[in-house]
């Protein structure tokens, strides 16, 4: 599981092996849509691509196109290209002159994100790839000039987080953005919840509980004729290398959240976790349970589950020596009661206007000249996630100095080819699965 003989990425990045010439001649000559400290024109369109158009690809340029004004779809990408037809006509169907969109600006392929940052027409990539290519995908973004908005997990694996940091040092230096799809930090009950907490409102913290638990999720079957490359990609979901399992893909949002409470990341992480229903050929677990301790002797109790037939649960709850803060996940809201139980502040918010939200945040930092760089917090948040994970598939004790600084698991395949072949899959069991 842990793929230790693949090649580092940052090594390939750094040595321009996975960047193309025109692409380290715009990152000479970033030309973004404004340079740091100046205004811009709130009536000049902002020129946005799409690379990964599938459900949340969909979704993320959706939420762009109905919250921001003079912004233009111009160019997409993917490995399929009848996805591309597909988000540009069911997008132009819903806002008429915002997409405009030629065959000439739909790319198919592995290497299809390239034509879009090669194009001087675009300003701001949103990024919604299978999560293994975030890094790799963000960094040559930045390199090229471009504004970002890159889906979560930011990260699945150690040498996806130093890309990660790569990238946001970067686009802090060339004055661009690089907006993340955590979209609970922009939702007005989660906001308004840490800040009571910030405020001492529960107290101290001293311990919390978060769960992500749900019924199941999508799996879909080979196709005659796919290469081993082309079926991973096309499930996703099911491989390591390409969405972390589901506490990196899936529960990262709780675990953002947890992070944004505590202050940073944990300092441990101990747990276990199986697989008893997951289909053949699939490598995820479908439950795992991680305590997390941060600084302070602050344990988390962090569970995510998908198995059919159970129950659901999903949210965070944060004890303090004065009062309990609860936060609900998807619109639930957000309560603080005392230590008796009895309600002292409450607040609703919606994660609909949340989605919209971010995309909002990222146009008006570009037009503002001030542009947001949160991939670093993102980051960390997506290696916790992978600490969790590490914990459970080895049944060892990983500590954050360990996964963010002397790790040197990097899953991202050597030579990706869309008919290669690759490993037989594979799911990791403790106490055989080497913490790497």
Known sequence: MSNQDQPNRRTALRSGAAVSASLLAAAAAPRGVYAAGQSEDPNRVIRLALIGCGGRGTGAINDS????????????????????KNTAAGMSQQHGDKVDVGEDKMHAGLEAYKKVLEDPDV?????????????LHTLEAVKAGKHVFVEKPSC????????CLEAHDKAVENGTAIVTGTQYRRQTNYVGAIE??????????????SRYCSNGIWFKNRK???????????????????????????????????????????ETAYGGGGRFTRPEGSEMWDSMAIDYVYPGNRVLSFMCRQIPGTKTDNGNVIYGTKGIATIHAGSGGSTITDRD??????????????????????????????PIVELRETAESSLTAAMGRLAAYTGQ?????FVSKESNLDLFPKNLKWEG???????????KTKLT
């Open 421 to 431: 072949s690759l490993p037989e899959p594979s799911y990791a069991i403790p106490g």
């Open 156 to 163: 699945v694996d150690h040498a996806g987080y130093e890309t």
């Open 65 to 84: 196109l109905t919250i921001n004004d003079n912004v233009k779809l111009v160019a997409m990408a993917d490995v399929d290209l009848q996805k591309c």
């Open 397 to 401: 004790r990983v500590t954050w100095d």
């Open 196 to 209: 009571k907490i910030r405020e001492g409102m529960i107290g101290d913290i001293v311990s919390a509980t």
């Open 224 to 266: 005659e004729g796919m290469s081993d490359v082309q079926y991973q990609i096309y499930n996703w979901m099911h491989f390591t290398w390409l969405a972390g399992d589901q506490i990196c893909e899936q529960a990262v949002h709780n675990i953002d959240v947890m992070n944004w409470v505590m202050g940073g990341a944990p």
């Open 341 to 370: 139980g009895k309600e002292i502040w409450s607040m609703k918010g919606s994660i609909a206007a949340a989605y919209k939200q971010e995309h909002k945040d990222l146009i008006d930092s570009i037009r503002s000249g001030k």
């Open 123 to 135: 300003d701001v990539v949103l990024i919604a790839s299978p999560p293994g290519f975030h890094p």
